[in-house]
């Protein structure tokens, strides 16, 4: 009947783990691994509980079992009786008595069959081991056995045995069970002291009283056991009866408190760890599981309080009313409740909050996204101590107005004292606040390029209260986050490389839009930059007309890594193609200087271009001199050798970089 389990295997794996863990943390091989070997300890605790939470509804059905053919018997034995007429009353008294004992025997028989189970391990409700398991059934039958014939001698009563024989034998019979009883004890008191030295080790000053205990608890022992057989003998006031009665009483309390230990702590180990080994579990199971040793202790705690209440209070104390009746109970119980009660909505809070940023914080680094996890991370400390600061001062205020502490003043002092920090940092504050927001909101990350507060570079360093750039000719500046109103960041997946060209009045106007769409697709195709185009040249139109030129303009939609290579080289395929078609760019800083004509003719004539009726007269003579600094006629300024500026743009001829005016068509 019993379940076919590997929980042996389990336990030996787990314990083998939990040993070497606690090995390497004795040797320092690794920083942490002492938290690790608690942690798999209380795993194995856990998984403990749980097992026997599974093996009780088994062991019960086994006792059940050995049980029926007891209760069968007993059955029987009472119908047979029912047949003994009155004449044969004494004869069914001794019989009946016999059965009672007999089955009464059984029964303990059984029940310890069910916590010790010598024969199988997958259905034992004590923690020990097989050698120790038969060694407890063992004794336990044979102190039954001896018990059962001090109880069948009863029955002789009615046969015609005399009263001092009946209580002689009778005190005898109950001797020879003390007598086992403190002859089991002494067997086992090197292993028993072993276990409670063991245990002791590494309590610090406690360890001395344990290991005084180990030496003399077999000693108090057996005395203890030999001193009760001595009050009942001597019969003394009270009696060994009552000794009997309470302490069958509470052995039952203790075996009630066990059976609820081990149904309470097997199913707060499945709620914190449903899979038994720590595998597939959530975070927010993760989380709480780090709260499961301290609630596995307040529960054990707590069941053995009430346990020890019952079975004092079975010897007529009542520590429990006691407290419950006087005043100052009420007023404990109270202030205990509304602490326990903000400490665990202070937990739920903490634990809520800390569970959101991990599971942000994984949710990014799966996506790929390092660069905002990292910032997450290194702002989540900064978060959890503002956050532990509020709770500590909201529980810790509570705390103190239920124990009776005025906390007015408290208050009082921390709100000046808070008005006067933040009237003396009030730059500051804003600071460090504006930053949590900026770093908060992903409105920027080292190796952008920024502007902000009127000056651009690429970021080189962020903190909470400041941003480093470095320009475009090197100069390094800080830039106080509370003297940011606007962030133009180019680095945010998506640079246009925006395309202004300025032709000349005489220039063929579709040939040159063709060949900016024809530069348009071929750099498109072109392996060095198609990786970092999104989109084709779209051309927009003619975006304005004037006296000295015509402004074509378009752009090409980039990633921002590939904007201003793309917009560079579109330029440099520009000023070659138009230069080899022959299409003249404008030149904006060419001027003209017209004189008078005959007779009040003002239209001039430019770079010394006769008319008719001209001739050599120098009134009829235009003047047109070219002052660009490109040059004579033909040339085009020194605009193709400009640098550009803060790194950004170029420009060759007529092209322009920068923001084309318009929208595209």
């Known amino acids: 009947m019993a379940p076919a389990t590997a929980d042996g295997n389990v336990d030996e794996q787990a314990s083998a783990k939990a040993s070497a863990l606690a090995a390497a943390a004795d040797n320092g091989y690794k920083p942490g691994i002492a938290s690790l070997a608690r942690e798999a300890r209380h795993r194995i605790r856990g998984a403990h509980h749980w097992r026997l939470l599974k093996r009780l509804p088994w062991a019960f059905l086994v006792a059940l079992l050995e049980l029926v053919p007891v209760i069968a018997f007993g059955l029987c034995a009472a119908g047979v009786l029912s047949l003994f007429g009155p004449e044969d009353a004494a004869a069914a008294a001794?019989?009946?008595?016999?059965?009672?004992?007999?089955?009464?025997?059984?029964?303990?028989?059984?029940?310890?069959?069910?916590?010790?189970?010598?024969?199988?391990?997958?259905?034992?409700?004590?923690?020990?081991?097989?050698?120790?398991?038969?060694?407890?059934?063992?004794?336990?039958?044979?102190?039954?056995?001896?018990?059962?014939?001090?109880?069948?001698?009863?029955?002789?009563?009615?046969?015609?045995?005399?009263?001092?024989?009946?209580?002689?034998?009778?005190?005898?019979?109950?001797?020879?069970?003390?007598?086992?009883?403190?002859?089991?004890i002494l067997q086992c008191r090197p292993y028993v002291a072993e276990a409670i030295r063991k245990w002791a080790a590494g309590r610090g000053s406690f360890a001395y009283l344990a290991h005084w205990f180990s030496d003399i608890w077999a000693a108090a022992a057996v005395f203890v056991v030999m001193a009760l057989w001595f009050v009942w003998a001597l019969d003394l006031r009270g009696g060994y009866q009552e000794l009997m009665r309470d302490g069958g009483v509470s052995l039952a309390v203790l075996l009630a408190g066990r059976m609820v230990a081990i149904v309470a702590l097997g199913a707060l180990g499945r709620v914190f760890d449903p899979s038994g080994n720590g595998d597939n579990m959530t975070i927010a199971q993760r989380r709480a599981y780090r709260y499961y040793p301290a609630l596995r202790r307040i529960l054990t705690a707590a069941i053995w309080i009430v346990t020890l209440d019952v079975v004092v209070q079975v010897w007529g104390l009542h520590p429990g009313r006691l407290i419950a009746n006087a005043p100052i109970g009420h007023l404990i119980g109270s202030a205990l409740l509304t602490i326990v009660i903000a400490i665990a909505v202070a937990v739920v809070i903490w634990e809520a909050a800390n569970g959101a940023a991990e599971r942000r914080l994984n949710?990014?680094?799966?996506?790929?996204?390092?660069?905002?996890?990292?910032?997450?991370?290194?702002?989540?400390?900064?978060?959890r101590t503002t956050l532990f600061v509020a709770i500590f001062v909201v529980v810790g205020l509570t705390a103190l107005s239920q124990l009776g502490v005025n906390t007015?003043?408290?208050?009082?002092?921390?709100?000046?004292?808070?008005?006067?920090?933040?009237?003396?940092?009030?730059?500051?504050?804003?600071?460090?606040?504006?930053?949590?927001?900026?770093?908060?909101?992903?409105?920027?990350?080292?190796?952008?390029?920024?502007?902000?507060?009127?000056?651009?570079?690429t970021v080189e360093f962020l903190s909470i209260r400041t941003v480093r750039l470095r320009g475009g000719d090197g100069?390094?500046?800080?830039?106080?986050?509370?003297?940011?109103?606007?962030?133009?960041?180019?680095?945010?997946?998506?640079?246009?490389?925006?395309?202004?060209?300025?032709?000349?009045?005489?220039?063929?106007?579709?040939?040159?839009?063709?060949?900016?769409?024809?530069?348009?697709?071929?750099?498109?195709?072109?392996?060095?930059?198609?990786?970092?185009?999104?989109?084709?040249?779209a051309y927009w139109g003619v975006d304005q007309v004037d006296g000295a030129s015509v402004t074509l303009v378009g752009q090409m939609q980039c990633k921002d890594s590939a904007r201003w290579g793309v917009q560079r080289e579109f330029n440099r395929r520009v000023l070659a193609r138009f230069t080899e078609r022959g299409i003249e760019l404008a030149n904006p800083q060419r001027s003209f200087l017209v004189g008078p004509g005959h007779e009040g003719d003002v239209e001039g004539r430019l770079y010394g271009e006769s008319g008719a009726g001209d001739d050599d007269d120098d009134r009829g003579t235009p003047l047109a001199r070219d002052e660009a600094r490109g040059g004579p006629r033909g040339t085009q300024g020194d605009g193709s050798n400009a640098k550009p500026r803060n790194g950004k743009g170029s420009g060759s001829g007529g092209t322009q970089g920068g923001t084309a005016r318009g929208k595209p068509n």
């Open 363 to 383: 949710a990014w680094t799966d996506a790929g996204d390092f660069v905002r996890a990292a910032r997450l991370r290194t702002l989540l400390p900064m978060f």
């Open 94 to 184: 001794a019989v009946g008595h016999v059965v009672d004992t007999w089955v009464i025997c059984r029964v303990i028989i059984a029940i310890g069959t069910m916590l010790f189970a010598p024969d199988s391990d997958a259905l034992r409700l004590m923690p020990l081991s097989d050698t120790w398991a038969a060694f407890a059934q063992r004794w336990l039958v044979r102190i039954v056995v001896i018990g059962g014939v001090g109880g069948v001698l009863g029955g002789a009563v009615p046969l015609g045995m005399t009263e001092d024989a009946h209580l002689a034998l009778l005190k005898l019979v109950i001797l020879f069970a003390h007598v086992a009883l403190a002859v089991a």
């Open 408 to 457: 007015a003043p408290l208050i009082a002092g921390a709100s000046i004292f808070g008005v006067a920090l933040g009237f003396g940092s009030q730059k500051l504050v804003q600071d460090f606040i504006t930053g949590i927001f900026l770093l908060t909101e992903n409105a920027m990350q080292v190796g952008d390029w920024i502007t902000v507060a009127g000056v651009s570079g």
């Open 475 to 537: 100069s390094l500046y800080t830039v106080p986050f509370s003297s940011v109103t606007t962030v133009n960041n180019t680095n945010r997946g998506i640079g246009n490389a925006a395309v202004k060209v300025l032709i000349a009045h005489g220039a063929d106007l579709q040939r040159a839009i063709d060949t900016l769409k024809e530069i348009g697709a071929e750099i498109r195709s072109d392996e060095a930059f198609k990786k970092g185009i999104l989109s084709d040249f």
